[in-house]
């Protein structure tokens, strides 16, 4: 513990390579994304996991054509690619980019990208969530899309730490040599790539994640931030333990804590000098055990009707 405190609070001003040989499991670099990638030995990240900015104009970025944002980001995954082992796999999880209007899906422009690069698409994730803006002229954006990449054939994918239960798991072989033998995986199944995570819903197979909205507890002053439970079931699946996890674009540090939390090595980086020091209050809060987050497959909250805002207004029936 105090080995991971002392490089932790150091990350800022060690050169990255002094981590790698002092074996450090905590990096956190203020800084820009592509200069600090070009600092990391090359075939080190087993999981690069993000969610890069959508140019849209948020706090932390400066919107700009797309065309000149997709080739900033090209550059950053070159480097990604660069840095990944033979064994590992990257997570972009993007939404959309809205022009006049008009709505641009970022992980069909990314695709072209990670291809160019000679990367492997093995999934397509979708992540569902229940609160957002609304919309006034098209239906209301309610889901984004996880791209999992793998740099060659030969990835980890450990399907065991993530089954989830069986819906019929007495069901039997009815015909064969073993026939009589019940046929599912005592373990559970498989999740396919349109999940619930919440546990009674799973069968379901859609991510539905609450975002970090309103009262999450998990919710800071950043616009977007992940869930931390959204990249758990990435970094159980796609690591083994000691691995090292990177967030090129970590905000106040979700995804560091979801590595952290399963005992992977985890690196981040983000040019906000307050989301690095919220991210730096958030990694001490879970070793102190303090940190309020979200356990993995919790209950989402379903009203039970009683609820004053669950009411049709007084008004409305009035109207009626």
């Given at each position: 513990?105090?080995?991971?405190?002392?490089?932790?609070?150091?990350?800022?001003?060690?050169?990255?390579?002094?981590?790698?040989?002092?074996?450090?499991?905590?990096?956190?670099?203020?800084?820009?994304?592509?200069?600090?990638?070009?600092?990391?030995?090359?075939?080190?990240?087993?999981?690069?996991?993000?969610?890069?900015?959508?140019?849209?104009?948020?706090e932390?970025?400066t919107?700009?054509?797309?065309?000149?944002?997709?080739?900033?980001?090209?550059?950053?995954?070159?480097?990604?690619?660069?840095?990944?082992?033979?064994?590992?796999?990257?997570?972009?999880?993007?939404?959309?980019?809205?022009?006049?209007?008009?709505?641009?899906?970022?992980?069909?422009?990314?695709?072209?990208?990670?291809?160019?690069?000679?990367?492997?698409?093995?999934?397509?994730?979708?992540?569902?969530f229940?609160?957002?803006?609304?919309?006034?002229?098209?239906?209301s954006?309610?889901?984004?899309?996880?791209?999992?990449?793998?740099?060659s054939?030969?990835?980890?994918?450990?399907?065991?730490?993530?089954?989830?239960?069986?819906?019929?798991?007495?069901?039997?072989h009815?015909?064969?040599?073993?026939?009589?033998?019940?046929?599912?995986?005592?373990l559970?199944?498989?999740?396919?790539?349109?999940?619930e995570?919440?546990?009674?819903?799973?069968?379901?197979?859609?991510?539905?994640?609450?975002?970090?909205?309103?009262?999450?507890p998990?919710?800071?002053?950043?616009?977007?931030?992940?869930?931390?439970?959204?990249?758990?079931?990435?970094?159980?699946?796609?690591?083994?333990?000691?691995?090292?996890?990177?967030?090129?674009?970590?905000?106040?540090?979700?995804a560091?804590?979801?590595?952290?939390?399963?005992?992977?090595?985890?690196?981040?980086?983000?040019?906000?000098y307050?989301?690095?020091?919220?991210?730096?209050?958030?990694?001490?809060?879970?070793?102190?055990?303090?940190?309020?987050?979200?356990?993995?497959?919790?209950?989402?909250?379903?009203?039970?009707?009683?609820e004053?805002?669950?009411?049709?207004?007084?008004?409305?029936?009035?109207?009626?």
């Amino acid at each position: 513990m105090k080995k991971a405190y002392s490089l932790f609070n150091e990350a800022r001003e060690v050169d990255i390579k002094d981590h790698f040989s002092n074996d450090a499991s905590i990096v956190l670099h203020l800084g820009d994304t592509y200069d600090f990638l070009k600092t990391i030995p090359k075939e080190t990240i087993k999981l690069a996991i993000t969610s890069p900015p959508y140019n849209v104009g948020k706090e932390y970025e400066t919107k700009v054509e797309i065309e000149m944002y997709l080739q900033k980001q090209k550059n950053v995954i070159e480097e990604l690619v660069r840095v990944l082992k033979e064994d590992g796999s990257i997570c972009w999880e993007v939404g959309n980019y809205i022009e006049k209007g008009e709505v641009f899906p970022l992980d069909i422009f990314y695709y072209q990208i990670f291809k160019e690069y000679g990367l492997k698409l093995r999934n397509r994730m979708i992540w569902h969530f229940g609160h957002g803006l609304h919309a006034s002229k098209r239906f209301s954006g309610r889901y984004e899309t996880i791209l999992w990449f793998t740099k060659s054939n030969n990835y980890t994918f450990n399907l065991d730490a993530v089954r989830v239960p069986s819906k019929y798991p007495g069901k039997r072989h009815f015909k064969g040599p073993k026939k009589g033998q019940p046929s599912c995986n005592p373990l559970g199944k498989n999740p396919s790539d349109y999940w619930e995570i919440v546990l009674e819903d799973w069968d379901k197979e859609v991510w539905t994640i609450p975002n970090v909205k309103a009262n999450h507890p998990e919710k800071t002053i950043h616009p977007c931030q992940f869930p931390i439970e959204l990249v758990e079931r990435c970094v159980l699946a796609l690591t083994n333990e000691n691995d090292f996890v990177l967030d090129p674009y970590c905000g106040v540090g979700s995804a560091l804590i979801a590595g952290i939390k399963n005992k992977r090595k985890v690196i981040g980086c983000d040019k906000e000098y307050r989301y690095i020091e919220i991210a730096k209050k958030r990694i001490l809060s879970f070793y102190e055990g303090t940190l309020p987050y979200r356990k993995l497959g919790t209950q989402i909250y379903k009203p039970t009707g009683r609820e004053k805002v669950t009411q049709i207004p007084e008004e409305w029936k009035q109207e009626v």
